[in-house]
């Protein structure tokens, strides 16, 4: 079956950087794209970075353009999230998404999240 | 990437069918079928209700059913359960690879 598990997460101050990281099992990872999406507390489901199967092309949130970087490593299964420059409105649960097969458009499994928090 | 509107909260007795909106712009919604909806109940991830407007995941009741006229989209719960009782939201894709979520809908089962 498929998993997805975050990690990584933790407390950092604001302007400082931390890595998430996303194992995957259970499906060929280098076959499908991968997602991002994040959940502030309390608020609702914030899409914030693609990357296509072979890592060839990444896509953001404009809200994170310039801070974030989403890779893969496909030899490990691994997903992975480079926050730099982090502000107190990163504070959220991190959540890695795999993209569903046929039209592609949507995120059929997702992990448990990771949670970041941006604080002094 | 402006998030897509649902009504904050919903609400429906046990038995009864309850339909949230999803209404967005002809650059996300209207633009594309590519419409999927998520239950999250609290503390937990989100899982896949509806994907490409109406199609349902193998596993998902028949009860949830999906659908789109415009820029707005529909997620219809029909015969509500208790355990129906959760978040729910609308996800479109937006163009050049990127996507927007709706800002959540609070289903209460009464």
């Known amino acids: 079956q498929v998993q997805l598990v975050e990690s990584g997460g933790g407390v950092v101050q604001p302007g400082g950087s931390l890595r998430l990281s996303c194992a995957a099992s259970?499906?060929?990872?280098?076959?499908?794209?991968m997602h991002w999406v994040r959940q502030a507390p309390g608020k609702g489901l914030e899409w914030v970075a693609f990357?296509?199967?072979?890592?060839?092309?990444?896509y953001y949130a404009d809200s994170v353009k310039g801070r974030f970087t989403i890779s893969r490593d496909n030899s490990k299964n691994t997903l992975y999230l480079q926050m730099n420059s982090l502000r107190a409105e990163d504070t959220a649960v991190y959540y890695c998404a795999k993209r569903g097969p046929g039209t592609l458009y949507y995120f059929d499994y997702w992990g448990q999240g990771t949670l970041v928090t941006v604080s002094s | 990437q402006s998030a897509l509107t649902q009504p904050a909260s919903v609400s429906g007795s046990p038995g009864q069918s309850i339909t949230i909106s999803c209404t967005g712009t002809?650059?996300?919604?209207?633009?594309?079928?590519?419409v999927s909806w998520y239950q999250q109940h609290p503390g937990k991830a989100p899982k896949l209700m509806i994907y490409?407007?109406?199609k349902r995941p193998s596993g998902v009741s028949n009860r949830f059913s999906g659908s789109k006229s415009g820029n707005t989209a529909s997620l219809t719960i029909s015969g509500l359960q208790a355990e129906d009782e959760a978040d729910y939201y609308c996800c479109s894709y937006a163009g050049s690879s990127t996507w927007v979520f709706g800002g959540g809908t609070k289903l209460t089962v009464l």
């Open positions: 002809s650059s996300d919604v209207g633009g594309y079928n590519y």
């Open positions: 259970g499906f060929t990872f280098s076959s499908y794209g």
């Open positions: 490409d407007v109406s």
């Open positions: 990357i296509r199967y072979d890592g060839s092309n990444k």
